[in-house]
């Protein structure tokens, strides 16, 4: 009866284990960025729209755009610096359109999304005049289900 409840106990706590083991659907993760950080793009974008969008994001994600930024370091306030940075450029486009034209997942790491985005607006630093269309990737490195490193890269 002993050996029975053993055994039992066993394959209750694996089996709970087990369900606490959540896989992210990276497929999923990669339209969420794309959507919320379209969202954080849009003319009409809110500082909620970035919370939305750093939602996805580990507390110390680290973030490239070349040549603009070059260092990734993960800080321990990287969220934040990337919500000062986000903040703002917020509503500096009037227009903005983007079309995601690929994704790649690799194993459960990282996923890479290659889009095509145009904009048009007033730069808030130097007041002249946003008007671009171009072709982007990001690759985006996963750790526990949070995105930790994003990399942007122009074609």
């Given amino acids: 009866m002993k050996k029975f409840l053993t ?12 369900a606490k083991e959540v896989k992210t659907d990276l497929n999923t993760l990669a ?5 919320k950080m379209m969202a954080t793009q ?7 729209d970035i919370e939305n969008f750093l939602a996805l994001m580990t507390d110390d994600v680290g973030s490239t755009h070349l040549p603009y ?10 969220k934040a610096q ?5 903040s703002f450029y917020l ?3 009037t227009e903005y ?4 034209l690929n994704t790649f997942v690799f194993n459960d790491t990282a996923i890479a999304v290659r889009y095509r985005n145009s904009a048009k607006g007033i730069h808030p630093q130097n007041k002249q005049p946003i008007n671009y269309t171009s072709t982007m990737m990001d690759v985006l490195e996963i750790e526990n289900g ?3 490193v994003i990399r942007k890269y122009h074609e």
């Fill in 91 to 93: 509503g500096a486009h």
């Fill in 42 to 48: 849009a003319p009409n974008a809110t500082a909620q």
């Fill in 146 to 148: 949070k995105i930790a």
């Fill in 97 to 100: 359109s983007a079309k995601i």
């Fill in 82 to 86: 990337m919500r000062q940075g986000m």
């Fill in 31 to 35: 339209q969420d960025y794309f959507t």
């Fill in 69 to 78: 930024v070059t260092d990734d370091s993960r800080q321990p306030d990287g």
């Fill in 7 to 18: 055994i039992a106990l066993l394959l209750i706590v694996s089996n709970l284990a087990a």
